[in-house]
């Protein structure tokens, strides 16, 4: 067989194999080398594509409104929050444990940042994240309970191991509080959130409307959870006045 005929023969069966780290690797890959080391190689070369393939794959479902990362966040700014501490949730341990986290702390302060970091930092360790807030959250759920296929949707989110909430709080949910308790409900113990928001723990009910159902929700999230309090000034409000300053 000379060697374009070999050569569409192996693009062929990769193809339809779906093998395409392999056949990138013959295209430029070593020839000379030894069976036995070419054969492990371009394996390896597959196995790297498609790790690299599931990434893109998690990073586009995880639906991130924009790049963060834990390493742009300016930790000098708020003293009082223990790096270390969060900085060592990255490998996403906590999301194969079920574990949730809130970000509590006034507006501009970073949190949503820092859930868009951990997010990518989760994706990268090949967990499947989602992220959304809390009023899209709670108006889909919403709908999809007076469609009567809430229990669907709930399943639906099953797929990824760790779903954003953010910005619960700074809108009321009306009725949508109701889905969005038993959205939480159901992922306990089992899968893991992670909630920003701007409320003390003491104001859930304004979001909620029943203090009693409120009490069982915090119960929930914060059986297994990491709280992080965000004390500082806003990013936002201190970039604006530096550049009135310098105006």
């Not at 893109?56 to 790096?83: G, T």
């Not at 820092?114 to 959250?137: H, Q």
């Not at 109701?178 to 959130?193: G, H, I, N, T």
Request: aromatic share 8%; with cysteine.
């Amino acid at each position: 067989m000379n060697a374009e005929i070999r050569d569409m023969a192996v693009e062929r069966l990769c193809r339809d194999l779906r093998l395409p780290g392999v056949l990138s690797y013959y295209r430029h890959g070593g020839a000379d080398m030894a069976p036995g080391d070419y054969l492990r190689e371009s394996l390896e070369a597959e196995s790297a594509s498609r790790r690299e393939k599931r990434l893109r794959n998690l990073l586009k479902s995880a639906r991130l409104p924009y790049a963060r990362s834990l390493s742009d966040y300016d930790f000098l700014r708020l003293p009082s929050l223990p790096k270390d501490k969060l900085l060592s949730l990255a490998d996403g341990g906590f999301v194969g444990r079920g574990e949730n986290l809130v970000l509590l702390g006034s507006s501009g302060t970073g949190k949503t940042h820092i859930a868009i970091g951990l997010a990518a930092c989760c994706v990268a360790a090949g967990c499947s994240v989602r992220f959304t807030t809390a009023l899209t959250l709670a108006q889909e759920l919403l709908l999809a309970q007076d469609e009567h296929r809430l229990p669907k949707l709930l399943k639906s989110y099953d797929r990824y191991d760790l779903v954003i909430v953010d910005e619960l709080g700074y809108l009321g949910l009306g009725p949508g509080g109701a889905p969005l308790f038993q959205f939480f409900a159901d992922r306990y113990e089992r899968k893991s959130v992670c909630i920003t928001t701007n409320l003390e723990f003491s104001r859930w009910p304004e979001v909620f409307g029943d203090a009693t159902l409120t009490e069982a929700l915090l119960d929930r999230l914060t059986h297994h959870a990491h709280i992080f309090v965000f004390k500082g000034e806003s990013y936002r409000f201190a970039q604006r006045s530096t550049k009135e300053l310098n105006a």
